[in-house]
């Protein structure tokens, strides 16, 4: 194949972040996804209807004119969450999602709910409400090696979480593990998880090679390799619990190269040319529509895009470093190197981007 047509796809699980580092990154996300799932961890974090509104109005006001592009906002979950804004705001379209960030689990996530017990009540009025939960699934024990806080959080937290509200919708976001993608096939139908395209791009070895590498750093960390290959065949399956959703997470450079850098890696800029490489290594271009486009919307229970967007196989270039106005650049995922698939005249803020 050296083509390939899609239903305009979305990505279910981004940070857009704000002001000039929302400007600089939105267009890559804009130039292939009809929708995102934005999430809500900036600094002070998303945490009612109200802030979900005004945080859309600046994404809307940064999106490149005659772009199409449909932002759904999320709460950031905390101990005090009040039930009946979350409630509401599902209800008036301000939120499509809540997310679960473990405190101290990540980026972030110092506001985040410290024992879930205290969330129960939101828990149960979202399983009413049919409002899905994103869960950052790591235990946040720091006796637990970093390797393997994703089984744990599954065995001592998830579990017994989705036994007590069976009804509650449920995304294991950027599942990393043998241990998550198990689980997820063995729930219900209302238990589903994204896969980032880093997590089947690398092991944990990469981080490693050839001296420390910053940029590859995310949380949850990247795995051994038998994980990443059980990854890369749950998403190349065709199943409907998995789907497309990058995490792309921009920190400036400074940020990223430090004695304690930040976890994230800024995938936005060819995500979905690289999640396309992946299918084809793994023969299954023919799954990468369900995958990108079709699955995480019959998930939310919404519709799939109207139009499309054409993939070909034709070489490509990763931008470099992402400048931000006022402040320090950005490093892609992948940044100057090549691509096997290109999307065809993709036009960012007006002017031919550099890597079509
Ligand atoms: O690597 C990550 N970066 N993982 C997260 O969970 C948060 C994200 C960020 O916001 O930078
Ligand atoms: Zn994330």
New binding site residues.
């Given amino acids: 194949m050296t083509e390939i047509t899609l239903r305009r796809p979305d990505d279910w ?1 981004l ?1 857009l972040r704000d002001g000039d580092m929302l400007k600089a990154v939105l267009p890559f996300t804009v130039r292939q996804f009809s929708r995102a799932i934005v ?1 809500p961890n900036l600094v002070p974090p998303v945490r009612t209807a109200a802030e979900a509104e005004a945080y859309r109005g600046r994404i809307g006001a940064a999106v490149p004119e005659g772009a199409d592009f449909t932002p759904l906002m999320t709460c950031y979950l905390a101990d005090d969450t009040d039930s009946d804004d979350l409630i509401r705001g599902h209800q008036s379209g301000a939120f499509t999602a809540a997310k679960l960030y473990p405190a101290g689990a990540t980026t972030h996530s110092a506001d985040g709910v410290t024992d879930i017990a205290r969330i129960d009540g939101v828990l149960g009025r979202m399983e009413e409400a049919g409002m899905p939960l994103l869960v ?1 699934g790591e235990t946040t024990d720091p006796d637990v090696d970093v390797f393997d806080r994703e089984a744990v959080f599954i065995d001592n937290t998830l579990k017994s979480m989705i036994e007590r509200f069976p009804g509650l919708k449920v995304v294991l ?2 599942v990393t593990t043998i241990e998550g993608v198990d689980f997820v096939r063995a729930g219900g139908e209302n238990l589903a998880a994204t896969i980032t395209v880093h997590h089947l791009m690398i092991n944990r070895g990469a981080m490693f090679e050839g001296g420390i590498r910053p940029h590859l750093y995310c949380l949850p960390v990247a795995k051994r390799e038998r994980h990443r290959l059980a990854l890369r065949k749950a998403a190349t399956s065709g199943e409907a619990k998995f789907f497309l959703g990058t ?1 792309s ?1 921009p920190h400036p450079v400074s940020a990223k190269e430090a004695a304690r850098g930040c976890a994230g890696i800024f995938s936005a800029p060819a995500a979905l040319e690289l999640y396309a490489q992946v299918f084809d290594d793994e023969d299954a271009l023919d799954k990468l529509e369900a995958f990108a486009s079709l699955n995480g919307p019959a998930f939310y229970g919404l519709a799939v895009n109207e139009g499309t967007l054409t993939l070909k196989k034709q070489e490509g270039r990763v931008p470099g470093d992402v400048p931000v106005e006022g402040g320090e650049a950005v490093k892609p995922f992948h940044a100057g190197q090549t691509l096997a698939w290109t999307l065809g005249h993709e036009l960012i803020n007006g002017d031919d981007c550099d890597a079509c």
Avoid: C, G, K, S
């Fill in positions: 699980h940070h999430m950052h976001e950027h995490d997470a």
